[in-house]
């Protein structure tokens, strides 16, 4: 009799309902890294394993996953998708997902950001409706490197802002790229990019220019500000302020003066900084700065 078992698997203390049949091992379960909010796992199968046809899922919290190798069908309310290396799928919390195995193709390997359950929570309606494969986008490429140099050096630092972005750029990608870069293009326009932001973020205060920066990684200044856009999400220069405004609003909660604050994160100009902050964080900076007294 081929009778079927529900397993419960932990992950981080959350659990995903797995239903195989008993002579079969189910998936392997590795965490990699974890933060208060985002979790980084490995999901794969022991070597070896005879493999059921299929298998079910059900997670309790968003996720969003990653092919790293294999190729397997991934069902949902009536709907199948061929997914295989490099293939990114959501997942969303409390709905079954059935996975089947191919013959003769190499047991799969996905790697899993996985949201907190309260997190999860605040953002169900926002992530509730993306496309549950969105379509590859060169920026989801870049991320998918950007995640591996996380697995691979172990960083921890980071993994939240990476988990948005992937997130937001699979809100992005629903019409794809209409050119994706081939792989070893990605990787020199993503080592490039990877430099540049890291002087970004090392001193956000410091005066950038795009030329300095497109020079920095032999790149003109017209490539450069495209493949950052594309590759990042937003222009270099919104990205910069976008960092010093993060600055200005530590510095203001720390106690600083308006003014000091202005010039500290890296504004020139006084009226400019308190416009610009106003419009990004909704209130003025002096607001910001007795907001933290009232609390």
Same mark, same amino acid.
Request: aromatic residues 8%.
């Given at each position: 009799?081929?009778?079927?078992?529900?397993?419960?698997?932990?992950?981080?203390?959350?659990?995903?309902?797995?239903?195989?049949?008993?002579?079969?091992?189910?998936?392997?379960?590795? @965490? *990699?890294? #974890?933060?208060?909010?985002?979790?980084?796992?490995?999901?794969?199968?022991?070597?070896?394993?005879?493999?059921?046809?299929?298998?079910?899922?059900?997670?309790?919290?968003?996720?969003?996953? *990653?092919?790293?190798?294999?190729?397997?069908?991934?069902?949902? @309310?009536? &709907?199948?998708?061929?997914?295989?290396?490099?293939?990114?799928?959501?997942? !969303?919390?409390?709905?079954?997902? &059935?996975?089947?195995?191919? @013959?003769?193709?190499?047991?799969?390997?996905?790697?899993?950001?996985?949201?907190?359950?309260?997190?999860? &929570?605040?953002?169900? #309606?926002?992530?509730?409706?993306?496309?549950?494969?969105?379509? *590859?986008?060169?920026?989801?490429?870049?991320?998918?490197?950007?995640?591996? +140099?996380?697995?691979?050096?172990?960083?921890?630092?980071?993994? #939240?802002?990476?988990?948005?972005?992937?997130? #937001?750029?699979?809100?992005?990608?629903?019409?794809?790229?209409?050119?994706?870069?081939?792989?070893?293009?990605?990787?020199?326009?993503?080592?490039?990019?990877?430099?540049?932001?890291?002087?970004?973020?090392?001193?956000?205060?410091?005066?950038?220019?795009?030329?300095?920066? +497109?020079?920095?990684?032999?790149?003109?200044?017209?490539?450069?500000?495209?493949?950052? !856009?594309?590759?990042?999400?937003?222009?270099?220069?919104?990205?910069?302020?976008?960092?010093?405004?993060? !600055?200005?609003?530590?510095?203001?909660?720390?106690?600083?003066?308006?003014?000091?604050?202005?010039?500290?994160?890296?504004?020139?100009?006084?009226?400019?900084?308190?416009?610009?902050?106003?419009?990004?964080?909704?209130?003025?900076?002096?607001?910001?700065?007795?907001?933290?007294?009232?609390?």
């Amino acid at each position: 009799m081929n009778c079927r078992a529900s397993l419960l698997t932990s992950v981080d203390a959350g659990y995903y309902a797995v239903r195989v049949a008993r002579e079969h091992v189910p998936f392997r379960v590795r @965490k *990699i890294n #974890e933060t208060a909010n985002v979790s980084l796992t490995r999901f794969d199968h022991p070597a070896g394993a005879r493999l059921p046809d299929s298998e079910e899922q059900a997670p309790d919290r968003f996720q969003i996953n *990653i092919v790293e190798r294999g190729a397997f069908r991934l069902g949902h @309310k009536g &709907r199948e998708w061929l997914l295989g290396t490099g293939c990114v799928f959501l997942s !969303r919390p409390n709905e079954v997902y &059935r996975y089947a195995h191919l @013959k003769d193709v190499e047991p799969d390997s996905c790697l899993s950001v996985t949201l907190s359950r309260s997190l999860s &929570r605040e953002l169900s #309606e926002r992530l509730g409706c993306l496309a549950l494969v969105p379509q *590859i986008s060169n920026r989801l490429r870049f991320l998918q490197l950007e995640l591996a +140099s996380i697995v691979r050096d172990d960083i921890p630092l980071g993994l #939240e802002t990476l988990a948005c972005e992937f997130f #937001e750029a699979a809100a992005e990608a629903s019409t794809g790229d209409r050119h994706l870069y081939r792989p070893n293009q990605l990787s020199w326009y993503a080592e490039r990019i990877h430099a540049a932001r890291q002087r970004i973020d090392a001193n956000p205060a410091d005066q950038h220019s795009l030329s300095q920066l +497109s020079s920095l990684v032999a790149m003109s200044p017209f490539l450069f500000t495209r493949v950052f !856009r594309e590759l990042i999400g937003v222009p270099p220069h919104r990205y910069l302020i976008q960092l010093r405004l993060a !600055r200005a609003r530590t510095l203001l909660e720390s106690g600083m003066s308006v003014t000091d604050t202005c010039y500290a994160a890296g504004f020139n100009n006084l009226s400019h900084f308190i416009r610009t902050f106003r419009r990004h964080f909704g209130l003025v900076p002096s607001a910001m700065k007795h907001l933290r007294w009232e609390q």
